[in-house]
């Protein structure tokens, strides 16, 4: 007689691209997973690697074109999503700056790692992340929030940078950094963590980004140049004044597509992780 196994109906959903979770911290915000599907609650946990969307909320589209490197590296892959019109409808910036509508938005990244943490055996005292576009202008705010928790962090073509420059005022650079969020910046601890920044070489439209009197515009943006390309620059210039190493990647051929970069994002992340089990 044969008998068969058949598939746990719950317990299938949550492994490999998971569906989209509500955060138990704030359930207007969600997340989904890629989880290699040999990784069990009894293993070691693993690396966790966040790839945060921009403007256009592409969580699952990203989350997908990252599983194979989860597989490949044993990693898992949390793909967050902040949905548009949170507190005024067609808002689409405010997760971009780490706080808008009295949501601050960083912080409720690391309750949802730490969810996923209790969730699905995955490392959360450090972890990786990449954000491109709107996505990279979160990334880099939150570094400057919280490098500590960071083992490696990507930031690709963000349209509006925050130099790390005390001279400047919050947007534009790190001044009254402490008094908004409460937080000391940390240059030292800013050092310790790798950084890559990338680009493509053909990311030079600018109707997005030069968009003067829009809701995600401050005075003083066109000094930091005209395209995302001179922008990245501007922002790796100023890592490097303050002590920053920076991998700065230009992608050939490439426009304003995060799912070009990828490759790139991932030769970075995989010689990270790599060297982690050396």
């Known amino acids: 007689m044969t008998t068969t196994t058949e598939p746990d109906s719950q317990g299938a959903h ?15 915000l969600s997340y989904a997973l890629f989880v290699p599907k040999d990784h069990t609650p009894e293993a070691a946990p693993l690396p966790l690697v966040v790839v945060q969307h921009g403007t256009g909320r592409s969580a699952e589209l990203y989350r997908n074109q990252w599983a194979d490197f989860a597989t490949r590296h044993g990693c898992v892959i949390l793909a967050p999503l902040f949905p548009a019109g949170i507190g005024k409808r067609r808002e689409l910036h405010g997760f971009k700056f780490l706080e808008y509508d ?11 790692v730490e969810e996923v943490g209790e969730e699905f055996n995955t490392e959360t005292e450090t972890f990786f992340l990449h ?50 969020f409460g937080i000391e910046l940390d240059l030292a601890a800013l050092r310790r963590v790798p950084v890559q920044m990338v ?50 990647d230009v992608v050939p051929g490439v426009a304003h597509q995060g799912s070009l970069v990828i490759p790139v994002v991932q030769d970075f992340f995989a010689g990270l992780l790599a060297s982690r089990v050396k």
């Open 14 to 28: 949550f492994v490999g691209a998971t569906p989209f979770f509500a955060s138990g911290h704030d359930q207007r």
């Open 102 to 112: 009295g949501i601050r938005f960083d912080e409720e990244l690391l309750h949802i």
């Open 131 to 180: 954000g491109f576009s709107g996505g990279g202008q979160f990334a880099h705010r939150f570094f400057y929030a919280h490098p500590e928790r960071l083992a490696g962090v990507s930031i690709g073509a963000p349209g509006r940078i925050t130099q790390l420059d005390d001279s400047l005022p919050w947007w534009l650079g790190t001044g009254g950094f402490r008094e908004k």
């Open 199 to 248: 680009v493509g070489s053909a990311d030079v439209e600018t109707w997005e980004i030069n968009n003067a009197g829009g809701p995600n515009w401050m005075d003083g943006v066109e000094k930091t140049g005209r395209t995302r390309i001179e922008r990245i620059e501007t922002l790796r210039d100023s890592f490097e004044r303050s002590g920053l190493s920076v991998r700065f």
